[in-house]
């Protein structure tokens, strides 16, 4: 593989970017990075090995139990508690090393978002979106109109504490003219909640390499995070993601004007 292969699933998902990438990465020479360049946790790649250990993808690039690096993009939305979980998951399965490279400018999905998300939904009773309620739009939004949280934030605590108390509430009404349940502001003003987030987000920073470029490897693979038809800019929208499944031109054109980057 000399050049960078792109897998992108053309339908609503489901199409087998994972498989795809899983069969690239195993049939190239030498190291290999997966570069997520959309979408966030929301995406799940489905993963079987020839001896029976199935791990469906979030974070990790779909090449990971082969040995690949993984790379976030700047247009990744990083969910920290979800991270942990699939981190602690691939630990268990056996998989390699996790070699794992992260823009810092890439947002991160706070729990406020995820259930600011689950309440707007809860509120639509029968006019759901059917979102997965993992707060992928409810960052964009929030990064938008609010307060912003990065992967290089420098108080996440202090944003965090800021969203709870000054946006989360208001952003339910916002959306749904109804006020959000005892349930949803208890959940926001528990400090259990916000600590154990923090505990996630500072391992996640431990655990990561930081860059703004993609990583020195001989072969790269970008990985879609979802299907074409459901793209922040297809008609469907709202009733779809918020992720620009066409980002990784800005990787290819970079490529394109520097030559590869290789160590």
């Not at 490279?101 to 006019?127: K, S």
Request: glycine residues 8%; negative net charge; contains cysteine.
């Amino acid at each position: 593989m000399s050049q960078p292969v792109a897998v992108i699933g053309a339908n609503f998902g489901d199409e087998g970017k994972g498989l795809v990438t899983d069969y690239v990465v195993s049939q190239a020479k030498g190291d290999v990075l997966v570069v997520r360049y959309n979408g966030g946790a929301q995406a799940g790649h489905t993963v079987i090995t020839p001896e029976g250990i199935r791990h469906v993808f979030h974070h990790f690039g779909s090449g990971t139990l082969l040995g690949a690096a993984t790379y976030l993009s700047r247009f990744f939305i990083v969910n920290p508690i979800l991270w942990k979980k699939e981190r602690d998951e691939l630990r268990r399965i056996g998989a390699p090393e996790l070699k794992l490279w992260v823009d810092p400018r890439a947002l991160i999905t706070t729990p406020y978002d995820m259930l600011v998300n689950q309440e707007i939904e809860r509120i639509r009773n029968n006019w759901r979106y059917g979102s997965c309620g993992l707060g992928i739009h409810e960052t964009q939004a929030r990064n938008a109109k609010f307060i912003g949280t990065n992967v290089g934030h420098s108080d996440i605590k202090g944003a965090c504490e800021q969203i709870r108390r000054d946006w989360a509430e208001q952003r339910v009404y916002e959306m749904t003219e109804e006020r959000p349940s005892s349930l949803f502001r208890e959940r926001i003003k528990s400090d259990t909640l916000l600590y154990n987030y923090l505990n996630d987000f500072d391992e996640f920073l431990a655990a990561v390499n930081f860059t703004e470029t993609l990583p020195g490897a001989e072969n790269v693979v970008f990985e879609g995070a979802q299907g074409l038809l459901l793209d922040e800019n297809h008609p469907f929208f709202p009733f779809v993601t918020q992720s620009d499944s066409h980002e990784v031109r800005e990787f290819e054109e970079r490529r394109a004007a520097t030559g590869p980057n290789r160590r």
